[in-house]
């Protein structure tokens, strides 16, 4: 390994450069520290990578797609990534739930279309599941920080007590078949059991800002946004080094502080006894989730859906009914393959055709939820669900690539089989991410228990989702330290 640039002491010291540790560097950078990031791979991006697959100037995003929470993050807002190149291309219909070819329902950023278009489920939808513009900045404030005394008491117990709720009854509430499904699909994104307590809360959070700001995608791709902040810390003299893996705490130069972007895994290993024994166990305990196996296509043309609103949306769910949705997570959860899949689908072309420039083509791609570290090709049985739906779409397929729950663990250390949230949802380990705090009113759920050294990726609190938090929160810790 050649020598680390520059002889000065840093800082502090960033291992990992996915949305969390770009984040975390780039808010220490601007207060004034020296930062150095070590990234592993030889592109920064980790989770919000994107590339070029199967022809030159068509961009799949690898892994996240859909940056709901992205868009209203704290941490991106203060870093200015508007000012870095980042822009957002927000479609009105921020998600499309395809039942068969002839019926699909719709989440729009116009709240008053959402509502008429789930007939008498609109006003329950209205009441229980929509977050008015004026409360969305304060709850996600609320909500992505760590567990601990609310500063909007009010307004955090009238989300507290709808999201403990299993979504088995939190969806009784509505009378047809397909509005429960639609909600399901949105609470599943947490890959967790319909009956589980606390599966209404995931669902409540990421469509709080669907009839607001909307789901949007990053134009040219995920990639942008960790593009935009290496902008951002590149202009407050933050340094980068990519093919740099860290396998042992030595292996790093000297810093005032180090953040860690890994697994909690990870973590334990590179510490290795520098941790205490308790802490070590903690670490290496920490329990991973299901995974996903996900497939990417090149169409010649976009998906041939028979109803409208998939085609103006780049997020697509797609189930037959709330059963299968609630079947496929039971199944996983139990280590089981599920033989029938719900989809979780995007086309971004259709929203962000920059993404395809002139060729053409189109992209899209679709994953379903699986055991953990599975190794199974899922990819025919996902071709068959989009196939039902959009009868012709093997026809359009020109190229597609099949990631096992197990090849997105190999791509990415931070997906520990294929685990894209680095941690089982549960409420335990929601309250305990990646432990209980041990003061409630100003918890550290960041500090490791070795001086100066933090874990601040998705494994701690807020949890998984491109925003930034989990690394803005631990730096802002390791600032006021």
């Known amino acids: 390994m050649t020598a680390w640039r520059g002889s000065a002491q840093w800082d502090a010291v ?34 919000t990578r994107s590339a070029e697959l199967f022809e030159s100037g068509v961009v799949h995003d690898l892994c996240s797609a859909v940056h709901p929470l992205g ?27 395809v039942v068969d070819e002839s019926r699909a329902l719709a989440v729009f950023r116009d ?15 209205r009441r229980l599941v929509e977050t008015a513009p004026d409360r969305l900045a304060p709850l996600v404030d609320e909500v992505l920080r760590p567990v601990r005394l609310p500063h909007r008491p009010l307004l955090m117990a009238g989300f507290g ?53 909307g789901w949007p995608i990053a134009v040219g791709g995920s990639q942008a946004i960790a593009d935009a902040l290496v902008s951002c810390l590149r202009a407050a003299d933050g340094v980068i080094e990519t093919g740099r893996p860290i396998r ?66 780049a997020t697509v769910h797609v189930a037959r009914d709330y059963r299968q949705i609630a079947d496929t997570e039971a199944t996983v959860a139990r280590g089981d393959h599920p033989g029938r899949p719900w989809l979780l689908a995007g086309e971004p072309t259709r929203i962000d055709p920059t993404r395809a420039g002139a060729t053409g083509r189109h992209t899209a791609w679709a994953y379903c939820h699986v055991p953990h570290g599975s190794s199974t090709d899922m990819g025919p049985a996902m071709i068959d669900e989009l196939e039902r739906c959009a ?38 380990q929601i309250l305990a991410r990646p432990r ?46």
Request: hydrophobic share 45%; proline share 8%.
């Open 14 to 47: 960033v291992v990992g450069s996915g949305p969390n540790g770009l984040t975390a560097a780039a808010t220490l950078a601007r207060a004034g520290r020296r930062v150095l990031v070590v990234e592993a791979a030889d592109t920064v991006g980790g989770g």
């Open 71 to 97: 868009r209203v993050s704290p941490a991106f807002a203060e870093l200015g990534l508007a000012e870095h190149g980042l822009t957002w291309a927000t479609p009105e219909v921020s998600l499309a739930h």
């Open 111 to 125: 709240s008053g279309a959402t509502a008429a278009g789930l007939g008498a489920d609109g006003t329950a939808w």
């Open 161 to 213: 007590a709808r999201a403990l709720l299993p979504v088995d009854v939190f969806t009784r509430a509505f009378r047809d078949e397909t509005t429960r499904a639609l909600f399901a699909g949105v609470a599943a994104h947490a890959i967790m059991p319909m009956s589980a307590p606390a599966s209404t809360g995931p669902g409540l959070l990421l469509l709080a800002p669907a009839s607001v700001t």
């Open 248 to 313: 042992r705490f030595e292996e790093l130069p000297p810093a005032a502080q180090y953040y860690f972007d890994t697994s909690a895994r990870d973590l334990a290993a590179i510490l290795g006894d520098r941790l205490a024994p308790r802490a070590r166990r903690r670490y290496e305990r920490w329990r991973y989730g299901p995974g996903v196996c996900k497939i990417d296509f090149l169409l010649s043309e976009p998906i041939p859906w028979r109803t409208d609103a998939p085609t103006r949306t």
């Open 391 to 428: 009868p012709g779409f093997r026809d359009v397929i020109l190229a597609s690539r099949v990631t096992t729950a197990a090849g997105l663990g190999d791509y990415d250390a931070n997906y520990v089989g294929g685990d894209i949230a680095s941690g089982a949802t549960s409420l335990r």
């Open 436 to 481: 209980w705090p041990v003061n409630p009113v100003a918890p550290n759920p960041y500090a490791t228990g070795v001086p100066g050294v933090y874990l601040c990726s998705s494994a701690t609190a807020p949890g998984g989702g491109v925003h930034g938090m989990c690394g803005y929160r631990a730096a802002r810790f390791g600032l006021a330290r």
